[in-house]
């Protein structure tokens, strides 16, 4: 990935870590995604009184792009106010990995700024891939 929009996604991913609601555990999230054309779309983590209807912010950006049009991911940013680099959880890379391929970039970026630089791949090494049941469907 270019080192400008390796640069735009991981500062788009922090900006809109400032805008998390998570008033219950103040785990703020905040992550963007690139699309195939350039575009980037983030989205941050929405918590809620009833726990399992909150979302994460890595749901929020995937769904904020595929509003616009986009169904073809090249990199996703995550940034968190934790110390440690904190990837997503497993239904975030599954979401993710439906929109991409395994070797799209993902960066993880922890409070002070450091990056991590990994792959789907490496994230997620065994996504679940429809198409992969339907090609074997009758064997």
Known sequence: ????????????????????????SQF????AVLTDTGEIYGGCNVENQSFPCGWCA?????AAAVSHGHRNFVGLAVS???????????RCRQAFAE??????TVYLVNCDGHVKETTMRDILPLSFDLNECQRSKGK
Do not use: W
């Open 58 to 62: 890595e749901v929020s950006a995937i």
């Open 28 to 31: 703020h999230v905040g992550a």
């Open 99 to 104: 929109f991409t391929q395994p070797e799209a």
């Open 1 to 24: 990935m270019p080192e400008k929009s390796k640069n735009n996604l991981i500062d788009a991913a922090v900006k809109v870590r400032e805008n998390a609601y998570c008033p219950f």
């Open 80 to 90: 968190t106010n934790a110390k440690d680099f904190v990837a997503p959880c497993g």
